[in-house]
């Protein structure tokens, strides 16, 4: 068990030892308002920019869905370059970014940890990566606002109408 700790504690290590310097934006195709998604009842859809979408309820973000530049073969390999560069996105330097990416059937999870190294603000977030009309979308929430539950059915609403 010690083992298998170590070895995890090593792999967190080394998938946040990546940086986004070399990072190239590729364009995004399409438009996010292309696409239809349902939530369930209780939470709403707010534009955020052409290509991302808010989450929101009682008024407040608690994640948010967004359309990437990802190709779909990105999701059938947790090594792959283009989704690691998507994810360092999040936590440009000097800003501490770490996580985890598991490998799903047509999905990756991944928990996400970025921390301001000034003021040791740490914002975790999970993203659920996944296919969509032929597109690569990344749906997203905040850990600390919204709880499993909620974030399973919000998962299972959006997921559901996978192509």
């Not at 990072?23 to 991302?52: A, C, H, K, R, W």
């Not at 979408?53 to 370059?81: A, F, Q, R, Y």
């Not at 996944?130 to 974030?151: N, P, S, V």
Request: aromatic content about 8%.
């Amino acid at each position: 068990m010690k083992v298998l700790c170590l070895l995890l504690s090593f792999l967190l290590l080394l998938s946040g030892c990546q940086t986004a310097d070399s990072m190239e934006s590729e364009p995004v195709p399409g438009n996010i308002s292309d696409y239809t998604f349902s939530l369930p009842e209780g939470y709403l859809f707010e534009t955020n920019q052409v290509n991302s979408l808010d989450i929101l309820k009682d008024g407040n973000v608690v994640g948010g869905l967004v359309l990437t530049g990802l190709h779909i073969s990105d999701l059938e390999d947790t090594g792959s370059t283009a989704v690691h560069k998507y994810i360092d996105s999040f936590g440009p330097m000097p800003l501490i970014c770490e996580y985890i990416i598991m490998q799903g059937d047509g999905f990756q999870a991944i928990s996400l940890a970025v921390t301001e190294p000034d003021t040791d603000v740490r914002t975790e977030t999970s993203h659920r990566l996944f296919a969509h009309e032929g597109k690569c979308f990344d749906l997203w929430f905040y850990l600390d606002i919204i709880d499993d539950d909620q974030r399973s059915v919000i998962t299972k609403n959006i997921c559901s109408t996978q192509q």
